[in-house]
C-alpha cells in the first residue's frame, strides 16, 4: 500500500467513527473535518486561558509575596532604626524567642552631653531646636557606628554607648576605640560650632564626655513583653560621674581605661572624683591626644555669644595668611570702637 492509500484508509477509518458517534450517514469529509478542528482549536483555546489564568494567578501569589518581604524590609529597616545594629543582628541570629537573661563581661562604657543644652536653646524655635539636636545625634551616631559602639540610648541630649559587648576587640582595643571616638565627636564639634553660628545659634553646643571601663552586667532587662538591651554596674554610674564633672569639650576617662590606653594617648592627671556606689575616691584623667598628633595639629577656637573665632594653623594655606591678619585687624579695630 502507497503513502496515499495509507492516508485516504485512515481518512475513512475517522469518518466512520465520526459517523458512529454523530449517527449522520451522509457526513460530509469537508465539514467533518473543519469541525473537528474547530474544536480541537476551541480546547486549545480554552487550554491557554487556564494557563493564563494559572499564570496570572502565580503572579498574583508572586506579587503578594513581593509586597509582604517589601513590608518585612520596611519593618526591618524602621525597627533597625531603634536599636544598635550590632543589637539588631543579634536578634535576627536568635533561633528562639528573645528572653530575659543577662551575663557580666568587661566593657567600656562612654557618656556624653550638651552643656547647658537648654540656655543654649532658649532663644531659638522649637522646630529649630530640634533640627540642631536631630543634627547633632545624627553626626554623632555616624561616628559611634564607623567605630563599631553600640548606642545603648539617647537621653535627651545625652547619648550612652559601649563597647565590649555583643562583640569585643580585646579590652585593651575597645577602650582605645572607644577614647579614639570620643576625640572625633569633639572634633566634629567644631565644623558643627561653625555651622550652627552661622544660624544664628549664640551659643553653639560645647559636650563633655566621660569613659569608664571595668565589669559591667549586660543583656535583656524588663519584662516578657518590654525588654531592653543595656548595661548596668557600677562603671556605668562612673561613666556618667565623669561626664557630669568633666569641663566643655572635655573628655574624662577612669583609672582603668587610662591603663589601658596611656601608651597610644597622651592623658593629663586630674583630681579625684567621688561616685554614689564606689566607697573610695576615683582617679579621673582629661584626654588630650593621640601622641602621633601632639606636635602636628594647632587651633585656636572659642565661641561665646556675639563672638566665634576659629583658626587651623596646620591647614591654612600660607597665600590665606595676610588675609586673615587683615580680618583679625579689623575685628579688632571694631572691638576698640565698640567699648570706646
Keep these: 500500500m502507497d503513502e496515499k492509500q495509507e492516508i485516504q484508509t485512515e481518512e475513512s477509518r475517522t469518518i466512520h ?8 450517514d451522509k457526513l460530509d469529509k469537508k465539514s467533518y473535518f473543519h469541525d473537528e478542528y474547530s474544536y480541537l482549536f476551541k480546547q486549545y483555546k480554552k487550554l491557554i486561558k487556564q494557563m493564563e489564568k494559572m499564570v496570572k494567578m502565580g503572579d498574583i501569589q508572586q506579587q503578594k509575596v513581593t509586597k509582604l518581604n517589601q513590608r518585612l524590609d520596611l519593618l526591618a529597616k524602621n525597627l533597625s532604626k531603634y536599636v544598635s545594629p550590632q543589637i539588631f543582628d543579634l536578634m535576627q541570629s536568635e533561633k528562639e524567642d528573645i528572653k530575659i537573661q543577662s551575663h557580666r563581661t568587661q566593657l567600656t562604657v562612654f557618656f556624653s552631653d550638651i552643656v547647658d543644652f537648654t540656655s543654649s536653646t532658649e532663644n531659638l524655635q522649637p522646630e529649630d531646636t530640634t533640627r540642631i539636636l536631630n543634627e ?22 545625652a547619648v550612652m554607648i559601649f563597647f565590649g559587648d555583643p562583640q569585643s576587640k580585646g ?5 582605645l576605640t572607644c577614647v579614639a571616638m570620643a576625640i572625633e565627636m569633639q572634633k566634629k564639634l567644631i565644623d558643627l560650632r561653625r555651622i550652627w553660628s552661622n544660624r544664628g545659634l549664640q551659643n553653639p553646643f560645647k559636650v563633655r ?21 543595656t ?25 582603668e581605661t587610662y591603663s589601658l590606653i596611656k601608651d597610644k594617648i597622651y592623658c593629663e592627671k586630674e583630681d579625684v572624683v567621688m561616685v554614689k556606689g564606689i566607697p573610695f575616691p576615683v582617679q579621673k584623667y582629661k584626654v588630650i591626644d593621640f601622641y602621633g598628633n601632639l606636635k602636628v595639629h594647632e587651633e585656636i577656637s572659642e565661641y561665646f555669644d556675639g563672638f566665634s573665632i576659629y583658626v587651623d594653623l596646620d591647614y591654612i594655606p600660607q597665600n ?17 570702637k565698640l567699648k570706646e
Design 17 to 24: 467513527r465520526a459517523e458512529k458517534v454523530l449517527g449522520n
Design 136 to 157: 547633632y545625634l545624627e553626626e554623632m551616631s555616624q561616628i559611634a557606628l564607623k567605630f563599631g559602639g553600640t548606642i545603648d540610648k539617647f537621653i535627651g541630649d
Design 171 to 175: 579590652m585593651q582595643e575597645d577602650a
Design 209 to 229: 564626655i566621660g569613659i569608664a571601663s571595668g565589669y559591667c552586667t549586660v543583656g535583656n532587662f524588663g519584662s516578657n513583653n518590654r525588654l531592653d538591651y
Design 231 to 255: 548595661i548596668i554596674g557600677s562603671i556605668v554610674n562612673l561613666a556618667s560621674r565623669l561626664e557630669s564633672s568633666a569641663k566643655p569639650d572635655d573628655i574624662l576617662v577612669s583609672h
Design 320 to 336: 590665606n595668611i595676610d588675609q586673615a591678619i587683615s580680618y583679625l585687624d579689623q575685628s579688632i579695630n571694631a572691638l576698640k
